[in-house]
């Protein structure tokens, strides 16, 4: 069964205002978060990565202000997009990384499509 | 960095057939990952290895360490398999962010 969540699984919202996606690891502590964005037809592209308790570390190009990274406990971590715009429609994914039945492994969650008008 | 490389870009295969999605790395690694992911962009995880075979039902991964090259079977396949698989290995060695190969469109028709 799944062991990471997303929330909610695809969000309509309008134009300037912000969407929260909340990311949960099940049944393991994650100590390592990562975002993912997709657009249609391309690979995954790592947004940011965060850790626990720390301030999130983002990929060049990627607006730390826009996309508001919390990991506020070891098994939730949120991706705020502020004042959406239509260009930030994509799905997002997120990763947890952590140990789970002995080993310490990379687990996705099922993604989060966003679509801003 | 490493470099991954999936193999076919596209497949199609008739319902019941036997498949194989193929990946190569160049970089040694830690454990390779198989991802699925469904028209809808829901993705699921298949698989985390790092050696020898991991089999969940009719699919099956195997990892060549030696080779850096991890191949996903698929056997009595069917129209409901008909999504992307993605094969993610570290950038680095010891790394935890991943490199995404290109994926595998694969179709199979009843």
């Known amino acids: 069964g799944a062991v990471v969540s997303q929330h909610p699984s695809w969000v309509i919202c309008k134009s300037g205002t912000s969407v929260k996606i909340e990311c949960r690891s099940l049944?393991?502590?994650?100590?390592?978060m990562f975002w993912y964005r997709q657009f249609p037809k391309q690979s995954l592209m790592l947004m940011a990565t965060?850790?626990?308790?720390?301030?999130?570390?983002?990929e060049q190009g990627v607006e730390k202000d826009k996309f508001l990274i919390n990991h506020a406990s070891l098994t939730l971590s949120t991706l705020t997009v502020t004042s959406a715009h239509p260009e930030d429609s994509s799905f997002y994914i997120c990763?947890?990384?952590?140990?789970?039945?002995?080993?310490?492994?990379?687990?996705f969650g099922p993604g989060t499509r966003l679509t801003v008008t | 960095k490493n470099e991954v490389e999936q193999s076919p870009q596209n497949l199609t295969a008739q319902e019941g057939e036997f498949i194989t999605i193929n990946c190569s790395y160049s970089?040694?690694?830690?454990?390779l990952h198989w991802l699925q992911q469904h028209p809808g962009g829901g993705i699921v995880s298949l698989f985390m290895?790092?050696?020898g075979k991991k089999k969940h039902g009719r699919l099956i991964a195997t990892i060549n360490i030696q080779e850096k090259h991890s191949s996903l079977h698929i056997t009595a396949s069917h129209p409901r398999d008909s999504a992307v698989y993605i094969c993610?290995?570290?950038?680095?060695?010891?790394?935890?962010?991943?490199?995404f190969g290109e994926g595998t469109q694969l179709t199979v028709n009843p």
């Open positions: 049944d393991f502590q994650a100590t390592t």
């Open positions: 290895l790092s050696s």
């Open positions: 993610a290995v570290p950038e680095e060695t010891s790394g935890s962010r991943l490199t």
């Open positions: 965060s850790n626990e308790g720390s301030k999130a570390t983002y």
């Open positions: 990763s947890a990384r952590g140990r789970r039945e002995g080993s310490y492994e990379q687990y």
């Open positions: 970089v040694g690694i830690s454990a």
